[in-house]
């Protein structure tokens, strides 16, 4: 069986750069493995040693060589044990320590250990409480002076003293982490920093990894120069910059402590040729950083968005932020952004989606516009800062431009699942063949960018597309940069309409609107009424049902449908929750939905059947007409005004007919077709059954 190793260790082993390994990948030069879990590239050692000894014309390579350099995984696991127990042993000695000032003691104690060796803890003959804790407090600095790195004085002493010291000590004494394997000794302080920030009150400094790899390999054929992080946290980002192509890493922190864990971090990823600079009065957004504008290659950052900057003098220096009395941050680091880049820089930052449609941010999208050229626009799903924050939130691409900018081709994408379920934990999901793999999409979106940037358009695939960013601007003012304003499908929707042989009607003109509302539980003689609520009408597939429902139960106010009126769910409406209500009797429906009544011709018959238009506004037709008016994030909506705008066909009677017989034939077609996958669905779980029976009996040999 092959062995498999990493781009790292590839990269070691031929002596290339990673990005090398990368260029090679995306050439077909030498082709990666997919990560089944991860995605991430793995390599062939028997390929790498054909390349070594045909470079070396002899055949001394072998799969020794790259022992030094193999991952002990177990290694990671049992810091995470060992780093559970440090936090146990000081709580029981402090009652009034917290996870954050453990965490700073348990930090020093970690960088000794994975600096100098495990040798240090081991107890000395007779060695008294106060000589453990001064050798030991030795150690910590003489590693922090090796390293060649200023620490913030209060990060400088050993706090931790008497057992509770001696007893971490003998803690990480006996940890078998190899001191050699560099990558271990970055991943156990990864561990730790993400035990600490991740699942506590203080997740607001940390990344989820999988978008951060992700952030990280968008912009990794631009990864040259200085790579700069300006709200660098934990610094999750800059540990994932190339060691190569004579990059020197940059980190901006308004917080001491994790500037300092920054610092930590990134030695113990044994980056060189870094700086993590702490700096106050505004931090990144403030005075002190004007020293490094217009000296950065590249960034990758999540800046903390939700909070609004209130301070005048910092916000009169920026564009976005003169005259007003508060800005959220998020918005002022865009603008930072352009003045800390070089021309032609590029910036990956993490995003409130109400910067690309909020009609309140038009000003910021109108200096992205004019400053930037915007390359990408991935939106990532509402659980992807779950458990700790459920937003709308996208990864902005963009590429600091001088002068007079006409936009070029945007890369768009739509995220489901980056491999993160809402507790926090990996999301795993097996194939037939029990196989895992992380339940992600960000690895096809990666790839459908890479072919973006090689300009190579039509091999995108589901939920990735190319739009010109600009084509709307005329009759958009407020300059919409979101994912759903530019889908293809509006377009393709504005084509079928200018083609219509058919009149055009709006839906206005086609139904009456029913608005009686009720509120049900102020209606003292109720006790049940017919309620159909969003969660009772399916998506895409126009099935809504009735349920009897406590009239005392619903609070808010609903409205009144009658038997073939037609509801439409106005939030959401991507998910295209829109049902004729084909039912004995009416009921009521969420304040949510708009309720339509088809109206009736002179002959009193339908404009058009119900059924028919039903179809229509699930169709790409009509969400391609309602996509530029949906505004909102979380919870997006169409509101009643602009959904009775959109255009009909209304073909004659005849046709009209025709468009139900297909329309009804189709459906039975798609009965048939699930009955039948159903059908092959349960002889499959019956032949998984009598396959295991059949073993056992052909074992007990009765067969």
């Not at 768009?412 to 999409?441: E, Q």
């Amino acid at each position: 069986m092959s062995t498999k190793v990493s781009l790292t260790e590839a990269a070691t082993f031929l002596g290339v750069s990673k990005a090398t390994l990368r260029n090679w990948d995306s050439d077909g030069k030498l082709p990666a493995i997919r990560n089944p879990i991860n995605g991430y590239r793995q390599y062939d050692l028997d390929d790498l040693i054909a390349i070594k000894q045909k470079v070396q014309g002899a055949n001394t390579v072998e799969k020794k060589h790259l022992t030094s350099v193999k991952i002990n995984v177990s290694g990671s696991k049992e810091v995470k044990q060992v780093v559970s127990k440090l936090h146990n042993i000081i709580r029981d000695s402090d009652a009034n320590s917290n996870i954050v000032t453990r965490f700073d003691e348990i930090s020093k104690l970690l960088f000794v250990r994975l600096m100098s060796g495990k040798s240090v803890f081991k107890p000395i003959k007779n060695e008294s409480e106060s000589d453990y804790y001064e050798r030991i407090q030795r150690e910590y600095s003489e590693a922090v002076q090796k390293s060649g790195k200023t620490i913030p004085e209060r990060f400088s002493k050993i706090l931790l003293k008497g057992k509770a010291l001696q007893l971490c000590g003998e803690e990480l004494f006996n940890t078998s982490i190899d001191e050699g394997q560099v990558d271990i000794k970055g991943l156990a302080y990864e561990d730790t920093i993400r035990g600490t920030f991740d699942k506590s009150d203080n997740q607001q400094y940390f990344t989820p990894y999988q978008i951060v790899d992700f952030m990280v390999d968008a912009l990794s054929r631009f990864m040259n120069g200085t790579v700069c992080d300006p709200a660098c946290g934990t610094a999750g980002f800059l540990t994932k910059a190339p060691d190569d192509n004579g990059i020197c890493i940059l980190g901006l922190e308004v917080d001491e402590r994790l500037a300092w864990v920054s610092t930590l971090n990134l030695l113990l990823h044994e980056k060189e040729a870094f700086n993590i600079e702490c700096l106050e009065n505004g931090g990144s957004l403030g005075e002190a950083a004007r020293k490094y504008f217009g000296k950065v290659d590249v960034i990758t950052t999540n800046p903390p968005f939700g909070s609004d900057y209130t301070d005048p003098d910092i916000l009169n220096n920026f564009e976005l932020g003169k005259n007003r009395t508060s800005r959220r941050r998020g918005i002022l680091f865009i603008e930072q952004a352009w003045n800390l880049l070089k021309e032609g820089g590029y910036v990956a930052i993490i995003i409130d989606q109400g910067v690309l449609n909020a009609a309140t941010n038009s000003d910021v999208r109108k200096f992205i516009l004019s400053h930037f050229m915007v390359r990408g626009i991935i939106d990532l799903p509402e659980s992807a800062f779950l458990p700790y924050a459920n937003v709308s939130s996208s990864i902005l691409i963009l590429q600091k431009q001088i002068g007079e900018i006409r936009q070029e081709k945007t890369f768009f994408a739509k995220s489901d699942s980056i491999g993160r379920k809402t507790n926090g934990d990996d999301d795993i999901v097996y194939s037939s063949t029990g196989k895992p793999r992380l339940n992600s999409d960000l690895p096809l979106i990666l790839e459908c960018w890479n072919y973006y940037l090689d300009g190579d358009y039509s091999k995108m695939q589901k939920g990735c597309f190319v739009a010109d960013i600009e084509e709307y601007k005329e009759e958009d003012k407020s300059l919409r940069m979101d994912y759903m304003f530019h889908h293809p499908v509006r377009n393709e929707s504005r084509e079928l309409l200018s083609r219509s042989k058919s009149q055009l009607v709006t839906l206005a003109e086609l139904c009456d609107e029913r608005n009686q509302s009720y509120i049900p539980a102020a209606d003292h003689l109720a006790t049940t009424i017919l309620f159909t609520g969003l969660a009772n009408i399916e998506s895409n597939t126009g099935v809504a049902v009735q349920e009897l429902t406590p009239a005392a139960s619903i609070k808010s106010s609903v409205k009144r449908y009658e038997p073939n009126d037609i509801i439409f769910s106005k939030m959401r409406p991507a998910l295209r929750k829109v049902a004729v209500m084909s039912t004995d009797e009416g009921g009521y429906v969420s304040s949510e939905c708009s309720v339509f009544t088809v109206r009736i011709d002179k002959n009193g018959d339908p404009l058009i059947d119900p059924e028919i238009l039903s179809a229509i506004l699930r169709s790409d037709f009509v969400f391609g007409q309602i996509m530029p008016y949906v505004t909102g994030i979380g919870r997006p909506r169409i509101s009643g005004k602009d959904l009775r705008k959109i255009r009909i066909p209304l073909p004659d009677k005849t046709l009209q007919k025709r468009v139900k017989e297909n329309l009804y034939t189709n459906r039975e077609c798609e009965k048939q077709l699930r009955d039948k996958a159903q059908a092959l669905r349960e002889e499959a779980e019956e032949l998984s059954k009598r396959t295991l029976n059949d073993v056992a009996v052909m074992m007990a040999g009765g067969r």
